[in-house]
């Protein structure tokens, strides 16, 4: 603010982007980029997600589960309203139950930590025919030791899906992740406009570690411009009232509306598979 500056592409954490908030008193735009938290979003204090949220991915994969004829799932979480490693289960257990699903176990674990999962595939074991989808928001590196703790018990024909922590944390380049179902922000295609981007920013020396997260923050920054073309203004305030009725803006990341909304575009969420070693997109839900 001390700077001069318009508006702002904050963290994707709550712990973060709340202070900034506050700090900003509503007069700013705060693009939380990378973040899929429900919370974070709110028009009225003019801070605007960039993509779908937790509830959207959990419920699009619950959806694809069902229409692949998964009616079993083991799920993996942090605890009930846990914000992401907790929230996303939820809302993947209630789409999942009301579309006539079955949760055959339920486990616990620590999120970004835990990657002896003995006690849990014990008790999975008892209970498990095989036939399960295994959901959870943790990181690929914890889903691909589950996975092989999983099939040292036996049970090698488990469906593993998971949320957009699976592409932060390169599901694709993890031994054991072929065949596991994520939710992406984007898929980088060969020879689109983010593959573009992506290569002109490897040839000027940056280090992308997570592809799918780039366009969210390329997004977050054109829409602020967007917001100071639609005010013709300069000021903060004008350039936050100006991005709350944006509509139809098509980004690298989709198309995205903010008017009528809470701050949380109404986005189509991918389903991808890491197949080869690639992620490929299997459809769209949304």
Aim: include cysteine; charge should be negative; hydrophobic fraction near 40%.
């Amino acid at each position: 603010i001390d700077w001069g500056a318009h508006f702002f592409v904050g963290p994707p954490f709550a712990d973060a982007t709340l202070p900034m908030q506050q700090t900003g008193d509503g007069q700013y735009a705060i693009f939380a980029a990378a973040s899929t938290e429900p919370t974070l979003a709110d028009a009225d204090s003019n801070t605007f997600l960039v993509t779908f949220d937790d509830f959207g991915q959990s419920e699009a994969s619950a959806e694809y589960a069902l229409s692949q004829g998964l009616t079993r799932a083991i799920v993996f979480t942090e605890g009930e309203g846990v914000p992401y490693s907790g929230v996303n289960p939820d809302a993947f257990v209630a789409a999942f139950t009301a579309g006539g699903g079955e949760i055959v176990s339920t486990q616990t674990y620590a999120w970004f930590v835990d990657t002896d999962f003995s006690s849990q595939v014990n008790d999975i074991a008892t209970v498990a025919d095989g036939t399960e989808v295994v959901f959870s928001a943790a990181a690929a590196f914890q889903v691909t030791a589950l996975r092989a703790q999983l099939e040292g018990q036996g049970l090698d024909g488990l469906t593993y899906m998971g949320t957009d922590a699976m592409d932060a944390t390169g599901v694709q380049f993890e031994t054991g992740g072929e065949g596991m179902i994520h939710t992406p922000h984007t898929i980088i295609a060969a020879g689109g406009a983010n593959d573009m981007l992506f290569q002109q920013a490897i040839a000027a020396g940056v280090e992308l570690d997570s592809l799918g997260f780039m366009p969210l923050y390329v997004d977050s920054m054109l829409l602020g411009i967007q917001g100071i073309l639609d005010c013709g203004c300069t000021e903060p305030s004008g350039i936050a009232e100006a991005v709350k009725n944006i509509s139809g803006f098509e980004g690298t990341s989709g198309t995205i509306t903010y008017a009528g909304t809470n701050g949380i575009p109404d986005k189509a969420v991918p389903i991808a598979q890491v197949q080869g070693g690639e992620n490929v997109l299997l459809t769209e839900i949304g």
